[in-house]
DNA sequence: TCCAATCTGTAGCGATCGCTACAGATAGTC
DNA sequence: GACTATCTGTAGCGATCGCTACAGATTGGA
């Protein structure tokens, strides 16, 4: 039997693996038993490359918020406005949540729901995560305000909390069946909403 | 000690101690050593009396459908333009979410987001719920076009996904901990997005 | 007053959880 | 080719899971 020497199998392979599982599961529904089958290593090799379950699931965030969920990143850095940003935003959650290579929806939105009290800070390491993406957005609009990019009664933390509620509604709607296509629909009526901008076009439509 | 008898303690307050529970926590991540100190009962009476842990998570759903989310059933039974009756199903939601009496969101929505696969028929149940309400909005939505209350371009499926998609993400928001003064901008910023109507005014606001 | 019925509390069942001790097997070093 | 280091597989740890057998305690009816 094949054993020992140097590791023997794909680490980042191993964690995408393990990001599909937990993606899929989430946190609390996965277990070490589910993980090791789906990597394929035995449970001493997991824990010997990726400390526990918790250590595990935190570097699997971080490496899907450098790929899948990439989009958010990227449109944070590369648009320069708040009506750019948010187009941005909620159409790649709309082209992306319903994808068929990958389990539905957004895993730092879902991974986390159901919280027994052992694992609260798990919960609340994704909470956080969400909550520091809404406040950015709420101060790149507040910036957008002083600009004169958007009206000056905007309400730049109500904006925020829809936009993300928007997002975060179409990731469930996506775990609960919904097509790429209806989610491009919703995506686009919520962008409807946009308050107008003193004297310009609103953001680009589809 | 004091045993026996009849049942000695009070049926529906122990189901109302069990639904809070479930609220917070999700099925599987409530334990049923949590449920019975919360309904101050022991394993065994909570067998005799409810069944096993999913038979009583189904009881629990559905008396909250008629208390703490009966104002759901209440605007379809009520509502008779699909304009009134979205503009209900929003702005309750961002009404009840955030109250500080129970746990913030919708049970219905958050509490089998995590599955294991063991626990897959509670997610399906669930899932199967909010998905006929959306298909219930969404024929709502088709009969308001059909009489003219709507325009005749308007996107049935994916104006009620929009719908669904803004309350399941207020609820989320609400859990990530939003309040309700910030959930009712939510709602009236998401009311924009509603088709104007041949010749009349939109929902009445706030 | 005694019995049958019913409920409650203790205690623990088998299964699974996250995690790890231990020893067998392989690689590089000299 | 022996030695050391490292990794892998088996096997099982204590704890908790959902659930239940059993017996003690209390009630209503005969």
Redesign the interface.
Known sequence: MARSGPRTFDRDAALEAATLVFWE???????IS?LTAAMKINPPSLYAAFGDKRTLFTEVVNRYNATYGRFMADAFAEETTATGLVHRLIMGAAEHYAEGSHPPGCLV?????????G?AEVSIEL?DR??AN?DLLQARIADAISSGELPADT?A???A??V???????S??A????NTE??M??GE??L??WPVPPMATTARRG
């Open positions: 599961h989430g946190y609390s529904g996965t277990s589910q939105i879902a991974a986390a729901a159901n919280n027994s009290p694992n909470a969400r909550n809404r309400d933390r109500g904006l909390t829809y993300v509620a928007v997002i975060q509604g179409m469930q709607q775990r609960d069946g919904v209806t989610l629909a919703v009526m919520a409807r909403t």
